[in-house]
């Protein structure tokens, strides 16, 4: 039974990497697989999925009103599809983690996403929350903070290296950190709005 996978990690902990090698693996048995990275990723240019070890490959963009059942339906009458990539999974509507997990369970297609967990303010984005949820299996792919500790968090960075505090959740082209939760502060950046008093 084909099963709706979701790898989550914090910034530059090498994801991308880890899905490029993933679909070289079925290719190189002779499979066919679909990539897919949403319109809105286009650091490297619209349709490309890139790492940051120089590793890149050509994908098929996504925009918010892309079905993205009907396409692997319509691509799967001319060829036999082994397994579904999506690249930046959190930026996926909840419609389409609805779509990718018909992917699995109605056409017997494996669907594997990578993606982060929490955008620069601690907050799931939608297309995480929904994979976190409804996801078979969940793995976290591990990075460190500069502390040495687990990094779980995503801080981000203006073009002089200092914290951003505030800002839309959606911001392409910025700066990000990996950072321990500790390290990150919730407590001064999260909308929840709670101190510790004096």
């Known amino acids: 039974m084909a099963k709706l996978y979701f790898y989550y990690a914090a910034m530059n902990a090498g994801k991308s990497t880890t899905l490029l090698q993933a679909a070289h693996n079925y290719e190189e048995r002779g499979m066919n697989v679909l990539l897919y990275t949403p319109v ?51 930026f996926m509507s909840a419609k389409q983690v609805l779509q990718v997990s018909l992917v699995a369970d109605q056409l017997g297609v494996p669907v594997l996403c990578y993606g982060l967990r929490t955008d620069f303010k601690g ?11 409804w996801a078979d299996e969940l793995g976290e792919i591990k990075t460190i903070c500069h502390s040495g500790k687990k990094a779980t968090m995503n801080a981000r960075l203006d073009e002089k290296g200092n914290r951003v505090w505030e800002g839309e959740q959606i911001s392409i082209g910025h700066h990000y950190v990996a ?20």
């Open 40 to 90: 809105i990723d286009d650091r490297d240019g619209s349709g490309t999925i890139s790492s940051r070890l120089g590793l890149t490959r050509e994908a098929i963009p996504f925009g918010n009103d892309f079905d993205l059942f009907a396409d692997v339906a319509t691509r799967q009458k001319d060829l036999k599809i082994s397994c579904l990539f999506v690249d930046e999974a959190q």
């Open 123 to 133: 907050e799931p984005f939608e297309g995480s929350k929904y994979l976190l949820a």
């Open 179 to 198: 950072l321990s939760r500790k390290e990150f502060r919730l407590d001064k950046v999260s909308p929840v709005g709670y101190q510790i008093e004096e």
